[in-house]
């Protein structure tokens, strides 16, 4: 009883619970698993393992970081930090699965090795003109590290699991090349550095964002890259 007591005392002694007893509470059919489910679902191709993975971890990253609400539901939910209509618009309960899979293995610990500590997205296609630093491309998204004083230090963990999940297992750099990697094909076709290169040149090219922020990805969300630095987004 009394070892029983302890652990439960020390799983709610402070956000930063290490993370399988933090991410075990929010599984299940839980409301914290469902709006990850509806973050993957509308901000990620969702034929993309890695893309549903990479937004999650987004998801995770943000809810470890003191800038942002310290749930789920809190981070998915934020005005104009995800797909509007988020948390309403309706799901195609045939296109549930992936995200349904990737939400467990977030869930269950697993993060997408390459987005490391990286809290922002937007879509590939799209020219950032703010300085960025970006780490990956899943899923139809370009994945970064803002740069700035302003971004040093803000308590994220960017913590990778080393366990393999039993549903969706952790990508590495080299799954980022395979041939089922349908989102990154891409990516894979040419050298990281200068896809990447490239991407930098567009971020920093600093002429208007184009398209509109609004109109920024696929799925109809507002580009996380689309805020001034005042915005702290």
Known sequence: ??????????GCSGRHATRPAETTAMAGSSPERT????????????????????VGTVVMNRVSSPRFPNTICG???QHRQFAPGVMTRPLDPK??????RAADAILAGERYAPIGKAMHFHMASFKN???????????GNAFYLKVGRRWRDDGTTGAIASRTPALVPVSTAAAET???AESNAAFASAAPETFLQRLYKNATAGG??????????GFGATSLACETDAEGR
């Open 35 to 54: 709006c990850l489910v509806r973050a993957m679902y509308f901000e990620s191709n969702r034929s993309s393992q890695d893309g549903l993975m990479a």
């Open 75 to 77: 981070v998915v939910s």
């Open 95 to 100: 296109q549930l699965p992936p995200a349904q």
């Open 178 to 180: 395979s041939a089922t």
């Open 1 to 10: 009883m009394a070892l029983a007591m302890a652990v439960a005392v020390t």
């Open 129 to 139: 003109p703010y300085p960025a630093r970006y780490v990956a491309v899943a899923g």
């Open 208 to 217: 208007p964002a184009s398209p509109p922020c609004d109109s920024a990805t």
